[in-house]
């Protein structure tokens, strides 16, 4: 054991692999992930990727994308888990600008959207990977991360279900990956400004991942960060009406509703209407439960253990703005005085922060986002963070036992790590200037 540990502890006076060494191995490592992926390919309809792939169809024809009223003759069918909604909402959560980027995939076959889409979330996943890999400058951490990487995040029950339901949520991990090599490692600090905000259209909790580098910037950079919102802006209004927007913001206060329990008096209203054609490829038979998915709870779940029944989502933003401001006041003299690395951290855990506090549905498939910053944080932290982190993430896959509350327990545990990281003593790559 005496010989190991020297051995590895000669691991971080070397180099990380160059990248061309890195990505051959990383292929090597996740060839075998497409042909599990593949295989659940075969038995799934990708159920959420359905339901937004209608929701572009009904935009595109100038129908509501979000209260779609059924009505005989109409040449689809609803094919989703939720299929009781409350006051007329569809199932349909994203925002109308995923709604129009899907459109030239919707007018395909849905058959051949499923295998498109497979291919794009691999795709993701696998530069999400060998781009989070890049960033640790010392062979042992870089090694850590391609581990670490691989068994929790690649071949994983949550990638598998995030397969199973055709998610999306590779594509804000590999945002962060992308987004943190071009500037830790590249130096290119402009695409912070551009790429934030402009994600910001499609997951809007990319707004707050924002605050730290406008926090960070002089005034120079924060004007530049406006005339990046402002495109953004002109680009919400090109990609959809505002009516539309509109309703997509009446329908998320309909699910928030729905979810903290106030539209309980609002009977649902069921869509399975018979007499519609369906579209191909929906004869496969779901197979969720061999995932053993399970959810993962929110803030509003305890707060109800608490007997704070809040039925105004409002509240519920109240509360997390009050958090953040919290966490901003805590931590601001690390991010000011710290690294590029600590602004990124920082974005992320306000990110992860709107998720946790916003009253909304989420999934195991949710955590695939932290392979995003995954080499960031193991540049980054101490062992005993990293031991804490990977601590975290077995809880969260149920070891040694499952019990109630332990995913939830691991994410927490994970996330506080993480965040902890901020404080560590590392010395940076690169430094940025105000």
């Known amino acids: 054991m005496k010989k190991i540990y020297q051995h590895l502890q000669s691991l971080n006076d070397k180099p990380a692999l160059r990248w061309y060494w890195l990505l051959v191995i990383t292929v090597v490592v996740f060839i075998p992930n497409l042909f599990i992926s593949y295989s659940i390919l075969q038995e799934t309809i990708m159920p959420d990727l359905h339901i937004r792939i209608l929701g572009s169809r009904w935009m595109d024809i100038g129908r509501s994308p979000y209260f779609s009223q059924w009505q005989p003759g109409f040449s689809e069918q609803l094919y989703n888990p939720n299929i009781f909604m409350p006051n007329g909402v569809n199932g349909v959560t994203v925002t109308p600008a995923v709604l129009w980027l899907q459109t030239p995939l919707s007018r395909m076959s849905y058959c ?206 109240s509360f997390l703005l009050l958090a953040i401001i919290s966490l901003v006041i805590v931590t601001k003299q690390s991010v000011i005085n710290g690294s590029n690395e600590n602004l990124f951290i920082f974005s992320f855990v306000l990110y992860i922060m709107a998720e946790l506090f916003t009253p909304a549905l989420r999934n195991p498939y949710n955590l695939v986002q932290y392979l995003g910053i995954l080499g960031l944080f193991m540049q980054k932290a101490n062992m005993k963070l990293i031991i804490l982190f990977v601590a975290g993430l077995l809880l969260n896959f149920d070891f040694p036992v499952r019990v109630a509350y332990q995913r939830e327990a691991g994410e927490a545990i994970f996330l506080l790590a993480v965040y902890l990281s901020l404080f560590t003593n590392n010395k940076p790559a690169i430094t940025i200037s105000k």
């Open 112 to 317: 051949s959207i499923i295998k498109i889409w497979w291919l794009i979330m691999e795709i993701l996943l696998f530069a999400t990977l060998f781009l989070t890999c890049l960033i640790p400058v010392k062979l042992n951490r870089q090694l850590v991360t391609l581990l670490v990487g691989s068994l929790f995040f690649c071949y994983s029950r949550n990638w598998w279900l995030h397969v199973y339901n055709g998610q999306l949520y590779i594509l804000y991990a590999f945002v962060f990956a992308l987004t943190a090599c071009l500037v830790i490692r590249y130096k290119k600090r402009l695409v912070v400004m551009l790429v934030f905000p402009l994600v910001a259209i499609t997951r809007p909790f990319f707004a707050l991942a924002t605050i730290p580098w406008f926090i960070k910037f002089n005034r120079k950079r924060r004007l530049k960060f406006l005339v990046a919102f402002m495109m953004c802006l002109g680009l919400v209004v090109y990609s959809a009406p505002l009516s539309t927007w509109a309703q997509y913001s009446r329908a998320m206060r309909e699910y928030s509703k729905d979810i903290t329990g106030s539209n309980s008096v609002s009977p649902a209203i069921d869509y399975r209407k018979p007499g519609l054609k369906p579209d191909d490829c929906l004869s496969i038979k779901p197979v969720s439960k061999d995932f053993k998915s399970g959810n993962l709870l929110s803030v509003q779940h305890y707060l109800f253990k608490l007997g704070l029944k809040w039925h105004d989502p409002a509240l519920f933003i």
